[in-house]
């Protein structure tokens, strides 16, 4: 079973789960990444003030962060192939019920919530299904299939702009939700290669019905519960996550149900006994996240990407209606700012991804000198006068941002490998929150000072000040025990759990 698991390893199938899964995130995320050409739309339909109507675009970015530990345990349960599936209809059902909302709030169900949660879904079944696809080439799979969210931005930015002037808005997004629903399609070619935690419960369950208790109380096979073939770990007691715990378990509660049968008392005793070891993985799990914030560089991390996403995602909502608002164009021009601003964060993530591999580099103040560049753009955002200085900022703000691409880089170098999958749940909790807050404070400083300009210094300063606080509480001064013990280069395990979440 490893030795035909570790053949499609790195090429074969897995450029066709590359493929599947790159045009997966260009239909989830095209029109969510490109929804500030809706924006100004919106705003003339439904005559809302602008903090309220950017409740829309926050939401449909920052809840499918938020909600990323869900995703993962999802694609976890039941396989990617499923969950793409599932994804695809909510995705597509999003976007049609968008078509016929008759106010922002149902908008914000609809556009923000539905679709939002669906983009969370494909995420983390396409990162899942890739990473179980490559070993050695990981890293270039990854980034291959990352790159679609910015390919789809700039491509649905000017096909919505010009489906608005054929269709109008409703049209537009009855034809972008029938689009949508190709991410089923998309999910045909995600063959799995082991079986989900779901599917291992019910074989566990039939093992009990046929009456092979000593089966059912073995330990799985490693490479049952493993995603891929090839895995560094040394002793069996680390691979067993908390995932495989509860699933075995689930297994044993399952085997008290029967036993409730023959004896209700000591049924009893069983089930106090499960419930007990049950809390034990749950109380670790949460030990360990607290451990995780207690170390600085970690809470500094965390700190700056809040302010970043804080401030730097409101210009891909509002940047078309700044240049509106200042009279620099009177409509959304051929080739829109938020495609300008999607394709420089394509070359960001890319160029970025390089220059951390540099071994003199250190990827945490890289990051935070891309948030004091990030901020300054949007410092200047207010003085540019010119529709041309606006493409530049977009540019330049949109190369920046692909910082993304070094998060879970840099989380590795903090806390290790070990707790990745944990670490970087709690720095996308802080990012989505970011990311859902920055859209409407602006707009509602917008409709107090009937002007951008505020916002935009308010923006502007918190990605700087984040910057600095990341520069400063991560000096070797703070720290000198813990950079002498620099950890060594990564080697990504053949657990996916570990590496679902890079990008």
Known sequence: MAESTTKVLDGGWGWAIVVASFMAQLLAYGSPQSVGVLYPEWLHAFQEGKGTTAWVGSLVAGVGLIASPVCSACVDNFGARPVTIFSGVMVAGGLMLSAFAPNVQFLIFSYGIVVGLGCGLVYAATLTITC????????????????GTSVGAFIYATAQNELIVLYGLDGCLLIIGAVALNLMACAGFMRPLNMPGYYLKQKQKAALERNTE???FEKPPLEDLQITAGSTATTPEKTLMVKELLITMDAKDLAIQTEKKKGSFLSGLAIMKVIKKKQQAYSKYVNSMYEILQDQAMVAFCIGVF???LGAF????????????????EEVSVIPLVSIGAIATCVGKLVLG???????????????FTMFAGGVSLLLIPVTKTYLGLQILSAILGFFSGNWSLTSYITTKIVGLDRLTQAHGILMF??????????????????????YDLAFYLSGSCVVVGSLILFVLTLPCWNRKRLENDRPDVHYTSNCDKVASVA
């Open 307 to 309: 302010l970043f996403s």
């Open 430 to 451: 802080f990012g989505g929150l970011g990311i859902m807050l920055g859209p409407p404070v602006v707009g509602w400083f917008f409709d107090w000072t009937q002007s």
């Open 214 to 216: 000593e089966q059912l």
């Open 314 to 329: 409101p210009p891909v909502l509002l940047i078309e209606d700044v240049a509106q608002t200042q009279g620099l164009i």
């Open 354 to 368: 390089m220059l951390v591999d540099i071994r003199w580099i250190n990827g945490i103040y890289l990051y935070a």
């Open 132 to 147: 179980q696809y490559f070993d050695k080439r990981r890293g270039l799979a990854l980034g291959l299939v990352t790159t």
